[in-house]
């Protein structure tokens, strides 16, 4: 993770936006440059510490696993976002086609 960010950071790359999904990820990301983390799959108790492992430095984002009913959870952990993929991956997909005639 942390090599991974120092290069972004090198070439340039303002907001580099690192995923971690565990917490010895935390300070490599950090160390080498990383804007923002996305916490991934975390549950609220390793939620809570990254976010006070990270302690404001930069933004947090909870993404993966969230429900109706584990929002409320996730969200008072003080992550600053939380990301909710749910309600367009359970969505139904639409066969459309269009087709063109040569005039």
Request: proline residues 6%; without cysteine; aromatic residues 2%.
């Amino acid at each position: 993770v942390g090599p991974a960010a120092a290069l972004a950071k090198a070439a340039g790359i303002a907001d580099i936006i690192v995923e971690v999904d565990r917490i010895d990820q935390i300070a490599p990301a950090l160390d080498a440059g990383a804007t923002h983390l996305l916490l991934d799959n975390m549950p609220p108790a390793m939620l809570r510490e990254a976010v006070g492992i990270v302690a404001g430095q930069v933004p947090t984002e909870a993404s993966g696993g969230v429900t109706l009913e584990t929002i409320r959870a996730i969200a008072e952990t003080g992550v600053t976002y939380v990301s909710v993929g749910r309600i367009t991956q359970s969505a139904p997909a639409a066969d459309i086609g269009l087709d063109f005639a040569a005039a």
